[in-house]
């Protein structure tokens, strides 16, 4: 084999190899930033769920409080005028 095609020939291997690490790097970064979405997706649900919870039991504490005292309603703002 002549010089020149070693030469083609490492060059083309060399490169064939970066490009199957390159691809391999961007693959792994992309499915760690795809998992991190699924927290972050998880974690929103469970914030959500929470309020949800916690307003339901504001609410079911204003119909207590209802029940006890009366509570006059402010009249809409366009008649304050």
Request: hydrophobic letters at 40%; proline letters at 2%.
């Amino acid at each position: 084999m002549s010089t020149a095609s070693k030469f083609t020939l490492a060059t083309t291997a060399l490169g064939a190899i970066g490009i199957v690490i390159f691809v391999h790097y961007g693959q792994k970064t992309e499915k760690a930033a795809m998992h991190a979405g699924v927290i972050r997706d998880m974690e929103q649900q469970r914030i959500k769920r929470e309020r949800l919870l916690d307003f339901e039991a504001q609410k079911a504490l204003e119909q207590e409080y209802r029940k006890i005292q009366t509570v006059k309603e402010d009249p809409p703002v366009a008649e304050q005028r």
